[in-house]
């Protein structure tokens, strides 16, 4: 049994795509361009779901769009357990999440971005970039808030050791 | 013929631990590692010095060499006493070892080194082999071996020139009075006729044994070990304790030793149905989570360790190998399936029908009923394949992985049952045989027919 696959559907003719990534409909309040999701489980509560699991897994084969949604969602999950300690309450981890998805971070297709070759996007056309820079935006936002409800669950004192204890795995020996 | 009404003595010598018993007992009497702790090398060279000197010795000159060891005799007296007979001339230095837990207690002294005679499931060390054995029979189940028949194990593929030497240490040692060499995989099948899913008492099936340093998935048709198609899976219980280990690292526990990772694996263990599904109900249900209790051997000092998601992520290296190993891949179903098709086709159904699981790290619950819903998957999806290629109904096949009460000691306990039967010893080779033919009549043994 390999890693666990994205269960959103995702077909170019009805989705928004960016280039092979989806636009995939989020829960949130955060401001941004991602269409409002309709059902309770939206693909960052999946990303919280399947990060503990693929998280020991170093290969990955992408079969739909949205698996390549969920590869940034684990990724950005790790990045922001490698900033906390055991010992950061929970209104400090506010802020330094807050920093961490509102920070600089790099967009698929640009230099930076260490995934390049399974993300292609339409570098050329600015419209498009723009688009993707602002949903992962939102969708960092996003993530990190409900992340530190999980993280935060049993006490307000420190984050669930158990979850810091994945720091150190690398999904398909990647970090963002 | 005083043997004829003693129980015939059941000996399992694993890479690992050894097990010794009599035939017709649940259980064995003995489980101890099979290592041996012999005198040191220098303290060897001392004594051979003073046994090249007993020459000397013998013919009056009182010198003994620099024979100051205390392991080694030095006193005047003893060596003019031992002089006189060949233990005298030999040295008493190959009497000086100790086997099993003590040898392990011995060992952390100065002057004995331990080692382990028995590599990957075959004997490296004869001369330490045979010394094991006799500390086995006179020293743990004292007993004369001219009256006890003996039941020996041997891993599958193991070379008959082995088995010969097998033969000579029993009856030109210890005169044993009949001896048999049995398979490992063949006893573990016939230690699972005790479980009520087995109808008939069929010596076919798949077996997999699973002990510390590796796992073999070995298919047996009618007694015969299909040798083909073996296959060898390099994870098994010492990776899982590591794996456990690395995971207690990871989040920086207390206490993070081998001892520790090892009696949690033990303890806290089981194989869960889908690791998401898993990682909820653990968030759901804050019980799944224990603790672990360490304690010094004095007491006075306690650590206390959380025990977490290891609880089902480290037998699920069986079932996904990548989240521990990076080298090996294949998860132990496929490993299964691969071996089963690698057998000739009028066996295979025999195969799936009857795997049977050995050795302590298939003990895990539900170990069995993940085996074959992974297996039963790849078997149908075959099965559906071939019907849409061929446009005709397969009539299906069983899979069924039957667990057991005597897993962990599956191998003894099946050579148990067979040698407690009337017609054991009609199998078994006697001291006379052994005489009148040399030690190439332990290359072959007539197969148990048991009805």
Redesign the interface.
Known sequence: ????HSTFAADSLNDRMVGNVVLLPLKTNFRGPAYQANSDYDIIDECL??F??NS????FEIRSPADRVLIYGILFVNECLSQLK?STSYNEALKILTNVALGDFAVPGTPRFPLNNVYSVPVQSHAEMDLLKSYIQQFRQELATRLLE?LY??SKEGPS??W??????RFMNKSL | MSYLNNPAIVMDNGTGLTKLGFAGNDSPSWVFPTAIATAQRSNTKATGASSGSSSIQNSGTPYFGNSTSATSFNSLAASALMSNNLAGKRGTEDLDFYIGNEALSASQGPSYSLSYPIRHGQVENWDHMERFWENSIFKYLRTEPEDHFFLLTEPPLNPPENREQVAEIFFESFNCAGLYIAVQAVLALAASWTSSKVVDRSLTGTVIDSGDGVTHVIPVAEGYVIGSAIKNIPIAGRDITLFIQSLLRERGEEDTSLRTAERLKQEYCYVCSDIVKEFNKFDRDPQKFAQFIVENTEKTKRKVIDVGYERFLAPEIFFNPEIASSDFLTPLPTVVDQTIQACPIDVRKGLYNNIVLSGGSTMFKDFGRRLQRDLKGIVNQRIALSESLSGTRSTGVDVQVISHRRQRNAVWFGGSLLAQTAEFKSYCHTKQDYEEIGPEIVRNFSLFNMV
């Open positions: 049994m390999p890693a666990y779901d399947l503990r699991a020991f897994f170093k290969n055991s999980r669950a049993d050791k158990f810091l204890g994945f720091t150190r795995r």
